[in-house]
């Protein structure tokens, strides 16, 4: 049997626009990223940076007057012969039957509000078993009784009387559960979660994630998980993609991103968590906001805002830099070092 990749989905030079009546927003401006297979990649910035709207791509499932304009999704999955097969999801019509054949079953999405992405209209049974009539042999009776097996092991109690329940009677631990349990039905080889702990309190976001990771291993499954929280990275990722007005600056193995983070913004980010200390210490904002996207800053994205802006930043568009094997940072303040390195190791 022929062995598969060990890189899930490779995205290359993925651009997606909004062509709106005020002009045109570049929400994803050229990004490259590797998902490893089942591995744990978090993709981490403030609201408006473009994260969900990269991840909604892997689906497509972005909507007018946005489009993927140009780029490559390049997915490794198994054909109906059991041998690995290459599919550019970019380049799939949304509504075709391949993209249907992938959507739901094996990549499968949480999406960010556990309270609006449930439909009030139908029982949270009803939800689920569409999903696994849709993409399986399942009787309605199977169907059923399955949807009641992913309540039970998404650790909901009393899972053949709440597949009964409507959405808007229940909490929103018991949703995001609920959401989980449809996204698990038919056994994804990948799960996006779109910031699944936001709207949930502090117990309950630690019980999801230790939810989360336990049926991680239990299916093998690799997990994108967007989020602008990172102590929820510090948890539960392996690799981690900083991203900022629709760009990667930074990207590199958790461990590299806490304690050798290279760009300001990925610094800053670090900078703004609240700590525990015996004395107090004010909170380290980062100054100023995401810009508009209809107006969106010259050069480095990020220099209105940037403690180390330099001239240049303001009209040079910084080149992605690769640091090391395993890390890359789109700055210009480690472009002429990289060179310089060079330079020396060829003398």
């Known amino acids: 049997m022929e062995k598969m990749s060990e890189t899930l989905v490779e995205v290359k030079d993925l651009k997606i626009h909004f062509f709106t009546d005020e002009g045109v927003v570049r929400a994803v401006d050229g990004i490259d990223l590797d998902v490893k297979r089942g591995k744990t990649l978090a993709l981490v910035g403030e609201s408006g940076c473009g994260k969900s709207v990269a ?18 999704i390049l997915y490794t999955r198994k054909n109906e012969n059991g041998q690995g097969e290459v599919v550019d999801i970019a380049r799939l019509n949304p509504h075709g039957r ?23 209209m139908y029982t949270v049974g009803n939800q689920i078993t569409e999903t696994i009539r849709l993409h399986t042999e399942a009787t309605k ?28 009677r229940l909490s929103g631990g018991m949703r995001q559960r609920a959401m989980i349990a449809m996204a698990l039905s038919c056994n994804p080889t990948m799960l996006i979660a779109d910031e699944p702990t936001t ?12 939810l989360m990771l336990d049926l991680q291993q239990q299916y093998h499954m690799t997990l994108l998980f967007i989020t602008h929280d990172l102590g929820v990275v510090a948890e539960i990722a392996d690799e981690v993609a900083v991203m900022y007005l629709g760009k990667i600056v930074e990207k590199s193995d958790v461990n590299t991103i806490f304690n050798e983070p290279k760009h300001p913004y990925t610094q800053a ?33 990020f220099h209105p805002r940037c403690a180390k802006a330099m001239a240049e930043c303001r009209t040079v568009v910084p080149a ?17 070092l990289v060179g310089e390195k060079a330079m020396e190791q060829a003398k």
């Open 199 to 210: 709207a949930l309190d502090v117990t309950t976001q630690a019980n999801i994630l230790d």
């Open 320 to 336: 992605v830099t690769q640091l090391n094997d395993n890390h890359t940072v789109q700055c210009l303040l480690y472009e002429d």
């Open 269 to 301: 980010l670090l900078r703004s968590i609240p700590k525990i200390a015996v004395t107090r210490e004010e909170l380290d904002p980062i100054k100023g906001m995401v810009p508009n996207p209809y107006r969106r800053p010259g050069g480095c994205p």
């Open 141 to 168: 009776q199977e169907a059923w009784q399955m949807a009641i097996d992913l309540l039970d092991k998404v650790d909901i109690p009393k899972p053949d009387r709440l597949v009964e329940e409507y959405p808007f």
């Open 98 to 120: 391949r993209i249907r054949s992938i959507r739901g079953k094996e990549i499968a999405m949480i999406f960010q509000e556990p309270m609006t992405s449930l439909s009030p």
């Open 55 to 72: 991840c909604r791509s892997f689906l497509q499932i972005v909507h007018s007057p946005g489009r993927i304009v140009s780029g490559e």
